[in-house]
């Protein structure tokens, strides 16, 4: 049985006292917060950090301490961090606020926050809430992009000690070295009762905008749009990957004939055994899988979105 989505908070919050959890072994995870956490409390903000114990997720540390007086969450880390810490933001209401110290930094991307943890600290002092939604499969919530396929095995030979190291080059290192081994698999795709089989590369079900580490999931794709963006790669050669590539970062493959692209607010993908499904660079669920969008659900510090 559903439950009724808790209340949101207005547009604008600022909060009054935050819990901060970071992710140390983030790629920037030693850069220095000190003067990022010093602009939220020179704006009279409380500050406390939680530093989970052994065993302790980051979503069952939001769990445990929602009850205690905080009007938000701070996550310092990457984009594997903040899907970690979904299902307890889901659950609890809490807005949250985003110090990005991974790789791609995709989410923050797509919201307009920089690199910059300053300015990134800015943003979650003034206050102003965007209302967004989440993408799901198999129960798990993911804010960018769930992907079957190339990127899912891409994210499972891609180990953390290389991402630290190389950042968005290991993306690059790991994808190329995959490239040639990778081949098609067949899938069947339900959408609104049509079932569509389909010989592909890779599946992905985009929620956000950015993925991947420069991977762009439409080209007007943003993460409160109300809609899932959903593109199946049919090559026949792994070298039309490489002739993709720049139409991928813009978000424009939809236009190659062999590319299938449409919106949805749900779909099934089933496949002849079980692979891997890729959430915001985790794996966290295998098919079949159930994607279905999960509207206006949470609410993040980030600049306004622009008009239009």
Request: net charge positive; glycine share 10%.
């Given at each position: ?81 903040l899907n970690a810490a979904a299902p307890a933001l889901l659950e609890t209401g809490l807005p949250f606020g985003i110090l990005p110290l991974g790789t ?64 968005k080059l290991g993306y690059a290192i790991a994808a190329f070295r995959l490239l040639r081994r990778i081949r098609p698999f067949t899938a069947w795709i ?10 592909t590369v890779q599946i992905s079900v985009g929620n956000g905008r950015h993925y991947g580490g420069g991977m762009t999931v439409e080209s007007d794709a ?87």
């Open positions: 049985m559903e439950t009724a989505p808790l209340p949101l908070p207005p547009a604008t919050t600022p909060p009054r006292r935050l819990l901060l959890l970071v992710n140390r072994q983030a790629r920037n995870g030693g850069a220095a917060l000190d003067e990022a956490l010093a602009v939220l409390r020179i704006r009279g903000i409380a500050v406390e950090e939680h530093r989970c114990p052994p065993g302790q997720t980051t979503a069952e540390a939001i769990r445990a301490r929602a009850g205690e007086g905080f009007s938000a969450v701070v996550l310092g880390g990457g984009d594997g961090t791609a930094n995709d989410l923050a991307r797509s919201l307009g926050i920089g690199p910059d943890l300053v300015d990134a600290a800015r943003v979650i002092a003034d206050g102003h809430l965007r209302r967004i939604d989440l993408g799901e499969v198999n129960g798990k919530p993911f804010f960018n992009v769930a992907s079957i396929g190339f990127s899912a095995e891409l994210a499972g030979e891609l180990r953390s000690e290389a991402k630290k190291r190389w950042g339900t959408q609104d009762g049509r079932v569509r089989k389909v010989r943003a993460p409160d749009d109300g809609k899932l963006d959903i593109y199946s790669l049919e090559v026949d050669h792994w070298w039309r990957l490489l002739a993709l590539l720049p139409y991928l970062r813009r978000g424009t493959q939809g236009q190659w004939h062999d590319v299938r692209a449409f919106p949805a607010l749900s779909c099934a993908v089933a496949t002849r055994r079980p692979m891997p499904v890729n959430t915001d660079g985790e794996l966290t669920a295998t098919t079949p899988a159930m994607f279905r969008l999960l509207p206006k659900c949470v609410s993040v510090f980030a600049p306004p979105a622009p008009p239009g």
